[in-house]
């Protein structure tokens, strides 16, 4: 609430620092570091039943490869997955066996760390995990965040990449991302050669114009939102090189020939519950698609709430990746 006031306040001082402030917010978020929970995990990846085997790609972007030990050992949250796939009537192959590869894309401030715990539940049911730094994110070194625009060929990349240095067969594959890395992924899974058999997309946006709107009015008012927007837009197009309305992930569904699964939060106060649900409608009705209400879950919990969202993600992976 401080932090609200705080920037209403600077934007009725000074519309267009608050404007300035906003799209270097966006185009340049602010890294995170390793933090606590990241370190215990890379001390002892044994203990959570994942190999972890780093690389960088000849681009620049640093990855990290996780893979079930080939003697099945599993940690708690791979254990409670498994329980939870075969509770829905899953047949599970042998821990430890892979059948398929996943690339997890992070979101906004977010870094390939972060998609540790998320590997060692997909790990357990079967996959072998590619996590990627996004630029202007992690140890990337670029320096510019562009919402999927100039991203869309890392993932394909970091999975041929990993395959070539590490020996394993590319296909088959699938992508997921979360917030801005489901925008990524979304214009990844939308190319011609997409590799992707399936993809989940997990609370992201249909457009980016619509977010910052949201959150301008959410922390300025209707009124004085709409001037922070006007302001912040060609801002961000100086700093990114790119128009905030080319993050525009609903006109690029109808080009996506993978099945589907998205999720959101019902009670999602950065990108709300009616972004993903325009993405999910808008999709053809031809594909296989599949929609899933995450109760109670706002932007940054929707992966820890009690809904058992990884078994839903893992189930899908399953069917149409590892099937």
């Given at each position: 609430m401080k932090r609200r006031v705080l920037l209403a306040s600077a934007f009725g001082?000074?519309?267009?620092?608050?404007?300035?402030?906003?799209?270097?917010?966006?185009?340049?978020?602010?890294?995170?570091?390793?933090?606590?929970y990241h370190r215990e995990f890379l001390a002892d990846p044994a203990a959570h039943g994942v190999v972890l085997k780093p690389f960088t790609c000849d681009d620049g972007t640093p990855c990290v490869l996780v893979e079930p030990p080939p003697l099945g050992q599993l940690g708690s949250r791979g254990q409670r997955v498994r329980e939870q796939l075969t509770g829905k009537g899953l047949t599970l192959r042998p821990a430890g066996e892979?059948?398929?590869?996943?690339?997890?894309?992070?979101?906004?401030?977010?870094?390939?760390?972060?998609?540790?715990?998320?590997a060692e539940r997909f790990c357990a049911a079967g996959f072998r995990c590619i996590l990627p730094d996004l630029p202007a994110h992690g140890d990337h070194p670029g320096r510019i965040a562009c919402y999927g625009v100039k991203e869309a060929r890392i993932p394909p990349t970091v999975l041929q990449?990993?395959?070539?240095?590490?020996?394993?067969?590319?296909?088959?594959?699938?992508?997921?991302?979360?917030?801005?890395?489901?925008?990524?992924?979304?214009?990844?899974?939308?190319?011609?050669?997409?590799?992707w058999r399936a993809a989940v997309f997990v609370s992201t946006f249909d457009r980016l114009e619509n977010v910052v709107r949201h959150q301008s009015?959410?922390?300025?008012?209707?009124?004085?939102?709409?001037?922070?927007?006007?302001?912040?837009?060609?801002?961000?197009?100086?700093?990114?090189?790119m128009r905030l309305q080319e993050a525009d992930s609903i006109a690029l569904v109808p080009k996506l020939r993978c099945p589907v699964m998205i999720a959101?939060?019902?009670?999602?106060?950065?990108?709300?519950w009616e972004c993903g649900r325009r993405l999910y409608e808008a999709i053809p009705e031809t594909l296989e698609k599949n929609w899933i209400e995450i109760p109670g879950a706002d932007h940054d919990n929707v992966l820890t709430t009690d809904f058992p969202i990884y078994a839903e993600m893992a189930a899908w992976f399953l069917e149409h990746v590892g099937g």
């Amino acid at each position: 609430m401080k932090r609200r006031v705080l920037l209403a306040s600077a934007f009725g001082l000074s519309p267009l620092a608050a404007g300035w402030w906003a799209a270097g917010q966006l185009a340049h978020p602010p890294r995170r570091g390793l933090q606590d929970y990241h370190r215990e995990f890379l001390a002892d990846p044994a203990a959570h039943g994942v190999v972890l085997k780093p690389f960088t790609c000849d681009d620049g972007t640093p990855c990290v490869l996780v893979e079930p030990p080939p003697l099945g050992q599993l940690g708690s949250r791979g254990q409670r997955v498994r329980e939870q796939l075969t509770g829905k009537g899953l047949t599970l192959r042998p821990a430890g066996e892979i059948i398929g590869n996943l690339v997890l894309v992070h979101g906004r401030r977010g870094r390939k760390e972060d998609y540790l715990l998320i590997a060692e539940r997909f790990c357990a049911a079967g996959f072998r995990c590619i996590l990627p730094d996004l630029p202007a994110h992690g140890d990337h070194p670029g320096r510019i965040a562009c919402y999927g625009v100039k991203e869309a060929r890392i993932p394909p990349t970091v999975l041929q990449e990993a395959a070539s240095q590490f020996h394993f067969a590319p296909g088959p594959a699938g992508i997921m991302g979360i917030s801005m890395g489901g925008a990524v992924s979304i214009r990844s899974a939308a190319e011609n050669d997409a590799p992707w058999r399936a993809a989940v997309f997990v609370s992201t946006f249909d457009r980016l114009e619509n977010v910052v709107r949201h959150q301008s009015e959410r922390i300025a008012g209707r009124w004085a939102g709409k001037a922070w927007q006007t302001i912040t837009a060609p801002l961000f197009q100086w700093e990114a090189g790119m128009r905030l309305q080319e993050a525009d992930s609903i006109a690029l569904v109808p080009k996506l020939r993978c099945p589907v699964m998205i999720a959101h939060g019902t009670a999602d106060r950065v990108i709300p519950w009616e972004c993903g649900r325009r993405l999910y409608e808008a999709i053809p009705e031809t594909l296989e698609k599949n929609w899933i209400e995450i109760p109670g879950a706002d932007h940054d919990n929707v992966l820890t709430t009690d809904f058992p969202i990884y078994a839903e993600m893992a189930a899908w992976f399953l069917e149409h990746v590892g099937g």
